[in-house]
């Protein structure tokens, strides 16, 4: 066997060739082998001129400086450093070579070809709840875009593709004729819902533009309308709803304006359930009792969201924008999360009854023009992480919201220029306020005042993100919420106390 000088030589200069001719250079005795050498592949060892393996004691492992170390691990869960998170070999690596060397490492279990540990190296690693496998994060993913889906259809609302068989198109062009294919696609919508059967309730829309003709469309039995930017045409009379749900639906990656901002552009019905995503409201949307709405990803503009007279409804706005728009509750569920409401003067929310979640939003007002929120609840009611702001330099003594006592109102900004900030008998904690309202910081527990020039990054500019500094920053009540406006984590850094208002720092 040729091992030239590998027998009876020392550790010192044993590292790699470089290693063995320095040994080889000092005499070494080639009598016996040298047991701190190892190679445990036939090129590594063909390298060294060694023609048979070498592997390392039990409870040892070959470095890469050939050299027998302690064993370091055995899957990538005995692997701590964030530098190094794979087993290869019985030691912990930066890189990995085969999935195999990922075991262990949450939520990354495959190598990609960069070497690296990843949720998925390509969709065949992703569930079906998350079947995109996003090219530049290597992770799993609901599809955002039509363009994520081999149908060319992705249902938003669901994050889910369409599959090409459940797909009835429609298009302005078309022609009443079956089976409305992608090809071939019918003309109105109430030839489409003939050709709807349980395993093909999807609507696609063709096109930017399609018109509804004038009596109002019913929607009902889990069918669901999809197009892409499309608006809606609509010149009905101005009593009569262009979308009346009768069950369950949903509307999304449409744009539908009333003729009036007080007539009814949609109607969920007695027992009816909408959900609208990706999708421009102009006008009014009358929930009736029983009724249900989900608004997400959504505008509501120049018109209103009413829980009719006397109705219980479930209500759920969630990462939209209600602009110039009034929201009228009775009682039931009313949620809006991570919303941008945006009155102008023109809009309000009166709030009369129900169980209501309003957080993490931005609430941008102006006292000038129009009055106060008002907030009536059942037990179990929450007001906490909302950023509340008078877009107008005057002082004045109009309240952003008023309340009954036992709402848990905290975490909030008021940055409102106002006297009287809260009007009723609610009580803020952990909140921020400015100082026109410094009075207010003295009711309740956790509150500060300061001067609202150090709350935002730019509020001119409409960005409402907290400064560097920001007195808001660590002011509010661990616990509340666990994600911000943007939908970044909540607190940052994990373990710290959260901030108050919509949005959380980075810190």
């Given at each position: 066997m040729r091992e030239h000088g590998l027998r009876g030589c020392g550790l010192l200069g044993l590292v790699g060739i470089t290693g063995f001719l320095v040994a080889s250079a000092m005499g070494c005795s080639s009598s016996t082998p040298n047991p701190a050498f190892c190679c445990v592949t036939d090129a590594d060892c063909a390298s060294f001129q060694v023609d048979e393996l070498r592997p390392c004691d039990v409870g040892q492992a070959c470095a890469p400086t050939h050299l027998c170390v302690a064993k370091e691990c055995d899957t990538a869960a005995d692997c701590s450093s964030a530098d190094a998170p794979t087993c290869s070999a019985g030691l912990c690596v930066a890189g990995c070579a085969v999935d195999d060397d990922c075991v262990g490492v949450a939520g990354r279990s495959h190598c990609d070809a960069d070497r690296t540990c990843v949720e998925c190296a390509s969709a065949a690693h992703c569930p079906a709840d998350r079947a995109i496998c996003d090219e530049e994060l290597r992770a799993c993913r609901?599809?955002?875009?039509?363009?994520?889906?081999a149908s060319g259809v992705c249902i938003e609302a669901d994050g889910a593709c369409a599959e090409p068989n459940e797909l009835v198109y429609v298009s302005e062009g078309g022609i009443d004729a079956a089976p409305c294919s992608k090809a071939a696609p019918c003309r109105t919508l109430q030839f489409a819902f003939g050709q709807v059967a349980a395993n093909r309730a999807i609507i696609r829309i063709l096109g930017g533009f399609y018109f509804l003709r004038n009596g109002t469309?019913?929607?009902?039995?889990?069918i669901i309308i999809d197009g892409s930017n499309t608006i809606l045409g609509w010149t009905g009379p101005a009593n009569t709803p262009a979308l009346t749900i009768t069950g369950a639906a949903t509307v999304e990656g449409v744009s539908i304006s009333s003729v009036a901002s007080s007539a009814s552009v949609v109607h969920v019905a007695t027992g009816g359930a909408l959900r609208v995503d990706h999708t421009l409201l102009r006008g009014?949307?009358?929930?009736?009792?029983?009724?249900?709405?989900?608004?997400?990803?959504?505008?509501l503009r120049d018109g209103s969201l009413n829980c009719a007279v006397n109705a219980t409804c479930s209500v759920s706005v969630i990462a939209s924008a209600i602009e110039r728009s009034e929201v009228g509750f009775q009682g039931g569920t009313l949620r809006v999360q991570r919303t941008?409401?945006?009155?102008?003067?023109?809009?309000?929310?009166?709030?009369?009854?129900?169980?209501?979640?309003?957080?993490?939003n931005l609430f941008l007002e102006s006292v000038e023009n129009r009055g106060t929120l008002v907030f009536g609840f059942d037990p179990g009611s929450t007001l906490r992480h909302n950023t509340f702001v008078n877009t107008s330099s005057v002082t004045s003594t109009l309240g952003a919201l008023a309340c009954v006592a036992g709402l848990d109102v905290s975490n909030?900004?008021?940055?409102?220029?106002?006297?009287?900030?809260i009007i009723g008998d609610c009580v803020p904690n952990h909140s921020l306020f400015d100082t026109a309202g410094a009075a207010m910081a003295g009711v309740g527990s956790g509150n500060v005042?300061?001067?609202?020039?150090?709350?935002?990054?730019?509020p001119i500019g409409g960005d409402f993100h907290l400064?560097?500094?920001?007195?808001?920053?660590?002011?509010?009540?661990?616990?509340?919420?666990?994600?911000?406006?943007?939908?970044?984590?909540r607190p940052q850094p994990v373990g710290s106390k959260p901030d108050a208002g919509a949005f959380e720092s980075s810190k």
């Open positions: 609901r599809c955002v875009l039509d363009t994520d889906c469309t019913s929607l009902g039995g889990n009014a949307v009358l929930v009736e009792t029983g009724g249900a709405l989900q608004l997400t990803n959504s505008t941008r409401i945006d009155s102008l003067g023109r809009g309000t929310f009166n709030v009369f009854g129900g169980v209501l979640t309003i957080e993490n909030n900004i008021f940055a409102v220029n106002s006297t009287q900030p005042s300061a001067d609202v020039t150090r709350f935002f990054v730019d400064a560097a500094g920001s007195p808001a920053i660590g002011l509010g009540e661990v616990g509340a919420t666990t994600t911000d406006f943007d939908g970044s984590p």
